[in-house]
């Protein structure tokens, strides 16, 4: 099966700029996910969608990101405006079911904001 | 408040011993466990995982064991091959239809020729 599809892989942008990132998860996976991955530090969950529904978004910093999946499928991410620490890897992952399986992860987007 | 804990950022061991990577957690809710790998430039990949039912859980040279009373798991890697190098995570998650992964900092492992 195809894996999980996100572009784009890199991004450099200035402070206080937008940017936006796509993913596209595995067919049939209803539950898609949004990671941000600062460098040496675990991927801390930034939304998780379930179908075109958001299940928890309460980590999301609301004043500045927004996450849309239309249509169940695929998914966009957006800072407006981006601040220096946004600089990160954002992981996208989907999943049927977490239990023992957990999910599969795109290879990601590094940003860097300067 | 961090939930899942991966105390030690990195581990060198000589090729063909054994790599043992721990991990801590604090949520009582918890009740899969898995551990992630992830190469430089890639996103994680899914490693192996047990449930809180079990204490081990064996794939080929991958060994988890659980100890639920101490809230601790660790990894086994034997024998430990120089394309083990990479950092692995430590994830856990409740049980639930909308139950998300909480990961750990991660561990640095090296594997020396």
């Known amino acids: 099966e195809a894996g999980v599809a996100q572009s784009p892989r890199y991004k450099i942008i200035e402070k206080r700029q937008s940017v936006a990132f796509w993913c596209n998860p595995i067919?049939?996976?209803?539950?898609l996910y949004w990671y941000q991955q600062i460098l040496g530090q675990g991927p801390k969950l930034l939304i998780q969608?379930?179908?075109?529904?958001?299940?928890?978004d309460s980590q999301l910093p609301k004043d500045r990101f927004s996450a849309e999946r239309l249509k169940g499928v695929d998914s966009t991410l957006k800072i407006q405006p981006a601040k220096l620490e946004d600089s990160a890897v954002y992981l996208c992952?989907?999943?049927?079911?977490?239990?023992?399986?957990?999910?599969?992860f795109g290879s990601g987007t590094r940003l860097t904001v300067v | 408040d961090q939930q899942v804990k991966q105390n030690s950022p990195s581990l060198s061991v000589q090729e063909g011993r054994i790599s043992i990577l721990n991990c801590d957690y604090t949520?009582?809710?918890?009740?899969?466990f898995l551990w992630y790998k992830k190469y430089p430039a890639e996103g994680p990949t899914f490693l192996i995982s047990?449930?809180?039912?079990?204490d081990k859980n064996e794939d080929g040279r991958f060994t988890v064991f659980l100890n639920k009373s101490a809230k601790h798991l660790s990894l086994h890697i034997v024998p430990s091959q120089p394309g083990d190098s990479a950092v692995y995570f430590c994830?856990?998650?409740?049980?639930?239809?909308?139950?998300?992964?909480?990961f750990g900092k991660g561990i640095t492992l090296s594997v020396r020729p």
């Open positions: 994830a856990a998650s409740e049980a639930g239809a909308n139950s998300k992964l909480t």
């Open positions: 047990i449930s809180s039912i079990k």
């Open positions: 969608f379930q179908n075109n529904g958001v299940v928890d």
């Open positions: 949520n009582s809710m918890f009740d899969y």
């Open positions: 067919s049939g996976h209803a539950t």
């Open positions: 992952a989907s999943s049927l079911e977490v239990s023992i399986y957990g999910y599969t």
